[in-house]
Nanobody
Framework: QVQLVESGGGLVQPGGSLRLSCAAS????????MSWYRQAPGKERELVAR????????NYADSMKGRFTISRDNAKNTVSLQMNSLKPEDTAVYYC??????????????WGQGTQVTVSS
């Protein structure tokens, strides 16, 4: 079965750092683009960062540029999100996402269960 399992969330003070990890199984990891999304109370789920299947390209939301870094290890079927200079507004549940499209453009998407990140003094 397909599994995406996030870890590394927790409570951190403003200005601190956390590293989130996602372990994948049950699909060909190296053929999927991987992303981190987040959802705060009362807000829509938003894209945080995305990395291509090969790891050769990345995209970040504007508010995360310069603070967050996404990376992947296709030999270990893992994707990580390094978060630095954390702010209270970064508080949210963070989700791991895998996606690919077939030759018809049809999407195949999997989601993890999420991990809570709380930034507070």
């Amino acid at each position: 079965q397909v599994q995406l399992v996030e870890s590394g969330g927790g409570l951190v003070q403003p200005g601190g750092s956390l590293r989130l990890s996602c372990a994948a199984s049950g699909f060909i990891f190296s053929t999927y683009a991987m992303s981190w999304y987040r959802q705060a109370p009362g807000k829509e789920r938003e894209l945080v960062a995305r990395i291509t299947s090969s790891g050769g390209g990345t995209n970040y939301a504007d508010s995360m540029k310069g603070r967050f870094t996404i990376s992947r290890d296709n030999a270990k079927n893992t994707v990580s999100l390094q978060m630095n200079s954390l702010k209270p507004e970064d508080t949210a549940v963070y989700y791991c996402n895998a996606e690919r499209r077939d030759s018809w453009g049809r999407p195949y998407t999997y989601w993890g269960q999420g991990t809570q990140v709380t930034v507070s003094s």
